[in-house]
């Protein structure tokens, strides 16, 4: 293993043995040729597994420091990613939820997984006692998200990981707001970490993808068992373009997280914003647990100005650079008020999100453009 950026360029990624190709092709196949029954290069049927999609898996395990033991299983999608770790439960099984869960996360634990008796709690996990009392002799599984969408709570890993397994939980950590370069939670002893490579790792907002990451084999060998009988994998072309895509995340993050600095500080000294949610600024409640568990604060803000929910949504919509619109971790700005649209799903339970709150994903555009499309914007909004 070589360093962070070095590995994201290289890990799995030799040059391809025929041709000396640089990039790793794009197998378009589902099938491949056996020289006698059962004798084959290892590759047999594409859903089992693809070249590019290892490529893809390799880089991933590389990133997250998931050692030689671990390893990747890449999904169609960030809930397919979710839901394959669904398949490790059984009914009676208990779930602990944070408070501000993906929305998507949520639903499907309440109402996938809800139906078939999996019950789940909601918790604070910015709070140790609430996990705590969370927590209960049948819970096969605890969910961390930091920092959390939309609020931006950071919940501290080095307290709560060992709290969470020591009943007997797994714990998975999505990692997909911090990405590997800003926080690697195995490191933290989480057994595993969940992507929606769609976002950051992607990004450039051009493909739908998951993956989860492990560093324990056991449960690298029963996830691999579960993506080849479920069948939930993405294509050789999306592999591909989220290969691609990670090859820049170190650069992209600094200029994610460098924007988001200068936005979050032009937000907080603004007199028609009420509330800025960044983990950067000092004003922040978990400033000092992200400045000890990351290396950086991150591309996403969340704020809500004074003008209240008709504010948000005239400010939101009055934009030129940041476009109003769901996602986030592209290289574009992108604006949108979760009530509204992310978030849709959580209105009336225990996450619901304040109705006049803005979210913004910050991109890698010029900061300049970026603060004055903003300011223009608010001035609509008052
Ligand atoms: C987008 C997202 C997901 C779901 O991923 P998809 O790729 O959209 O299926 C899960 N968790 C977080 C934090 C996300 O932002």
């Not at 300049?368 to 609509?380: E, K, M, N, Y």
């Amino acid at each position: 293993m070589a360093h962070f950026e070095t590995d994201a360029i290289h890990a799995g990624q030799e040059p391809e043995p025929t041709t000396g190709s640089a990039v790793v092709p794009i197998y378009a196949t589902s099938t491949y040729v056996q020289s006698a029954p059962g004798e084959h290069t290892g590759y047999e049927y594409s859903r089992t597994d693809n070249p590019t999609r290892t490529a893809l898996q390799t880089m991933l395990a590389a990133l997250e420091g998931a050692g030689d033991d671990g390893g990747c299983v890449a999904t169609a999608s960030g809930m397919a990613a979710t839901a394959l770790i669904g398949y490790l439960l059984q009914p009676g099984d208990h779930v602990v939820l944070p408070n501000d869960a993906y929305g998507g996360t949520h639903r499907f634990f309440a109402r996938v997984l809800g139906e078939q008796g999996i019950e789940h709690t909601v918790a604070d996990l910015t709070d140790v006692a609430a996990l705590e009392e969370a927590l209960r002799p049948e819970t096969k599984l605890v969910w961390i998200e930091t920092p959390t969408n939309p609020l931006l709570r950071v919940v501290d890993l080095a307290a709560v990981i060992p709290v969470a397994r020591s009943g007997g939980a797994l714990v998975c950590v999505d990692n997909t707001f911090a990405t590997p370069y800003l926080t690697r939670p195995l490191e933290f002893g989480a057994d595993m970490v969940l992507h929606s490579t769609t976002k950051y790792l992607g990004g450039h907002s051009d493909v739908i993808g998951g993956a989860i990451v492990t560093g324990d084999a056991e449960l690298l060998e029963r996830l691999r068992f579960l993506q080849n009988a479920v069948g939930s994998v993405p294509g050789p072309f999306d592999a591909y373009l989220v290969l691609r895509g990670a090859k820049t995340l170190s650069v992209r993050m600094d200029r994610h997280c460098h924007n988001a600095r200068e936005v979050a500080a032009f937000l907080a000294g603004d007199d028609r914003v009420a509330e800025v949610f960044y983990p950067g600024l000092p004003s922040h409640p978990q400033h000092d647990v992200a400045a000890r568990q990351m290396r950086d604060y991150g591309g996403m803000i969340s704020f809500r100005p004074t003008g209240g929910v008709e504010s948000a949504r005239k400010t939101s919509s009055a934009t030129e650079y940041w476009f109003l619109a769901e996602s986030l971790g592209g290289v574009e700005s992108l604006i949108e008020v979760p009530s509204l649209m992310t978030h849709m799903s959580v209105v009336g339970t225990s996450l619901e999100v304040p109705a006049d709150l803005i979210r913004l994903s910050v991109g890698i555009e010029h900061i300049d453009d970026l603060i004055a499309d903003l300011d223009q914007a608010l001035g609509s909004g008052v």
